[in-house]
């Protein structure tokens, strides 16, 4: 159980760092909502090494505490909404044996976009929201194929590395 | 990488393309109007080719929107993200600039276009 808990705050960490660093890279197209979704990396990762449900916690965990120390309560509910819904289709196509890394990390991306955009439209109750779509797919989808190709190289050593730590 | 993975992008990026047609079509119309929501419900309605300043204060916060040379900015707001303040300026129909923690849409409109969707359909 100490290991659990050693190895999420690790994991929550990391994911709490690249957002900051996300947040200082001035990453700006004139195109709201538009990220690299660098955090996202810890969670496609820790699907792959940790399993779902620790995945799950690391995710909702990092994007409570990031909310609150970097951003405001208001970015909270758009990134929740993001976070969750991406976190459930990454979940499930990770579960098929069909799709790599990059193909659940890009359908995690575009999912994340999705969910924040479903969720300003009912905010600000104006349907034009959704002519962003494409632009956010498109966004999606590049973010989450880097991501998801860094992932794979990623993974075998961490994979390795908890192992290591079992045995000692 | 593996063959579904590629499959998986190249139909997400074809319902792109058709996405962005759709907007592209939506958007070509120049707008006449500035129509300002706040919560969902409209604050005002102003003329786009009339140059002027839009100021809002409210429980949500300040904004100030600027209709200049036929196109809109949002030219300050005190929101933390400042997404609508490096929006780009917006003159198209159905275009807009959305300030989400103060719930505010600014949007263009034109009665033009509202007349061929109807013919359309």
């Known amino acids: ?168 | 990488m593996k063959k579904r993975d590629w499959i998986l992008i190249a139909v997400l990026l074809a319902a792109a393309a058709v996405g962005l047609l759709i907007v592209h079509h939506m958007q070509s119309g120049s707008g006449s109007t500035v129509t300002v929501t706040v919560d969902g419900e409209v604050y005002g309605t102003y003329d786009l080719d009339e140059d002027q300043t839009i100021t809002i204060d409210n429980d949500y916060g300040h904004n100030v929107i600027e209709i200049s040379g036929g196109s809109v900015s949002m030219t300050e707001a005190d929101c933390p993200d400042l997404i609508c303040v490096h929006h780009a300026k917006i003159s198209k129909d159905n275009e807009t600039i959305i300030c989400l923690p103060h719930k505010l849409v600014v949007e263009v409109d034109s009665s033009e276009t509202a007349d061929a969707d109807a013919t359309l359909r």
């Open chain 1, 1 to 168: 159980m100490t290991r659990k808990i050693t190895i999420s705050a690790l994991f929550i960490a990391l994911a709490m760092i690249l957002s900051y660093l996300e947040a200082l890279i001035p990453f700006n197209f004139g195109i709201p909502g538009i990220k690299l979704g660098l955090a996202n990396l810890v969670v496609v990762i820790a699907l792959y090494t940790l399993g779902a449900r620790q995945a799950f916690a690391i995710s909702v965990i990092r994007i409570l505490l990031v909310s609150v120390t970097f951003g405001n309560m208001s970015a909270m509910m758009y990134s929740m909404a993001g976070g969750l819904l991406s976190f459930l289709i990454m979940y499930l196509l990770s579960r098929s044996s069909h799709f790599s890394t990059a193909g659940v990390s890009v359908a995690g991306g575009v999912s994340h976009n999705a969910g924040q955009l479903i969720v300003a439209a009912v905010i600000v109750e104006n349907l034009n929201l959704m002519l962003y779509i494409p632009v956010l797919i498109i966004a999606g989808v590049l973010t989450g194929l880097l991501i998801g190709v860094i992932a794979s190289k990623v993974i075998p050593p961490v994979r390795k590395a908890l192992n290591n730590t079992q045995h000692r």
